[in-house]
């Protein structure tokens, strides 16, 4: 008789961390510090330069387009065997807007950022507003064509803003 063994597989761990973060511009900072710490001690193979870079767009859009002073922006960090996201949950409702801005703008390249550097990213509606998020893959992993699309958001009715 042919017994085999089942195959076992582990489930990946899900590793979830949530801050509250004030609405002030040192979030930015704060955000970039939490980012980078997180990255070390789950000991993830991810680049912290391009994660806290991309947190702090986050954090800034919110600051500038989603809250008011008394508000707080909500940090998560997900983590899951060669992945991470980053969301930042805000209280406006009013969906991120890419925007093609000159090459000496100061600002307006946040969005553009995240589609370039982050293996996806995307927002969703929440109760008390929106969470955008961004998507970061292990550096050991085989780059992709820089033809294929990286956007997999899901795109909710627009609101007037």
């Not at 076992?8 to 704060?30: E, G, K, Y």
């Not at 946040?110 to 961004?134: D, H, N, P, R």
């Amino acid at each position: 008789m042919d017994m085999t063994a089942p195959i076992c597989v582990a489930a990946q761990q899900l590793r979830t961390l949530r801050i509250r973060l004030p609405a002030h511009p040192s979030s930015a900072a704060a955000a970039r510090r939490h980012v980078n710490a997180v990255i070390h001690a789950w000991d993830l193979d991810i680049d912290a330069y391009v994660a806290a870079l991309l947190a702090s767009e986050l954090i800034t859009n919110a600051l500038k387009h989603g809250l008011r002073e008394d508000e707080t922006i909500q940090l998560v960090i997900a983590s899951a065997a060669d992945w991470m996201r980053v969301s930042v949950h805000d209280s406006s409702p009013c969906e991120p807007v890419v925007v093609h801005t000159p090459l000496d703008a100061e600002e307006g390249r946040g969005l553009t950022l995240l589609a370039s550097l982050s293996a996806s990213w995307g927002f969703q509606q929440t109760i008390t507003g929106k969470a955008v998020y961004f998507t970061l893959k292990a550096e050991a992993d085989e780059e992709r064509p820089t033809d294929v699309a990286r956007n997999d958001h899901w795109r909710p009715p627009r609101l007037p803003c």
